[in-house]
């Protein structure tokens, strides 16, 4: 993407009503007037609230959103640039269920209060394979910490992955910690159980990845 389409989709960003994108400062400080307030002053209804973290283009979120009117999606990544097509998405057809955050996922518990979030989806991170680089894998223990201080006490976290090696250290995690695993598959596309909105939605990577006849693999838990 051109620097000057990026410069144009933050422009727009910033105009638009569903885009969020506090500074680091005011999430730090504790200036952030949202954070426990969602519902109340963004959403204005008490529906469930449901996270995609990373969520790049914005396509599931929007895509569960259309699914499922009777919860509340807010997509978060810092690249502000690729969740525009999402969030221009959810205007244009009128969703008021939809939001975007522009930040760091590390910052997660800044935006959110306990007990906010019901769901967390977590749709093809990158799977950090290096070991130098656990720190940065989305289900590594303390990121799992982060998302149980915001999840309700009967909040879960979904996984949606190509990666075979993020699929098998999450679940060595999962079970290695005593957290509660709902469940699991390593092809979901073969199993006719799968739950319909883990194959009922395809993002633009995801459809390439089943071109190749790539596996996607699923886990859905709960924190303890």
């Excluded at 389409?5 to 999430?27: A, D, G, H, T």
């Excluded at 699914?67 to 009128?94: C, H, M, S, V």
């Excluded at 309700?152 to 060595?172: A, I, P, Q, R």
């Excluded at 390593?186 to 739950?195: A, G, K, L, R, V």
Aim: contains cysteine.
């Amino acid at each position: 993407m051109g620097s000057k389409n990026k410069l144009k989709r933050f422009k727009e960003n910033e105009k638009f009503e569903n885009v969020i994108q506090p500074s680091r400062e005011e999430l730090i400080d504790g200036s952030f007037e949202l954070k426990g307030n969602w519902s109340r002053d963004f959403f204005k209804n008490d529906n469930p609230i449901v996270l995609e973290l990373g969520c790049g283009k914005g396509e599931y979120t929007v895509e569960l959103a259309k699914q499922d009117p009777g919860k509340n999606y807010i997509g978060i990544d810092i690249k502000g640039a690729r969740f525009w097509r999402g969030a221009k998405t959810a205007l244009e057809e009128g969703l008021d269920n939809v939001a975007f955050v522009r930040t760091q996922i590390e910052l997660i518990e800044h935006v959110f209060q306990k007990s906010e979030v019901s769901e967390i989806w977590i749709t093809f991170p990158d799977p950090q394979i290096k070991y130098k680089r656990t720190k940065h894998r989305l289900t590594n223990t303390n990121f799992l910490q982060r998302y149980k201080n915001i999840l309700k006490n009967d909040g879960f976290v979904h996984l949606k992955t190509d990666s075979e090696f993020m699929h098998g250290y999450t679940l060595g995690l999962l079970h290695g910690e005593g957290h509660e695993v709902l469940y699991a598959h390593h092809d979901i596309y073969s199993n006719e159980y799968s739950p319909k909105e883990v194959t009922g939605i395809q993002t633009f990577y995801e459809k390439q990845y089943l071109e190749k006849g790539k596996p996607i693999t699923y886990i859905q838990f709960k924190i303890k």
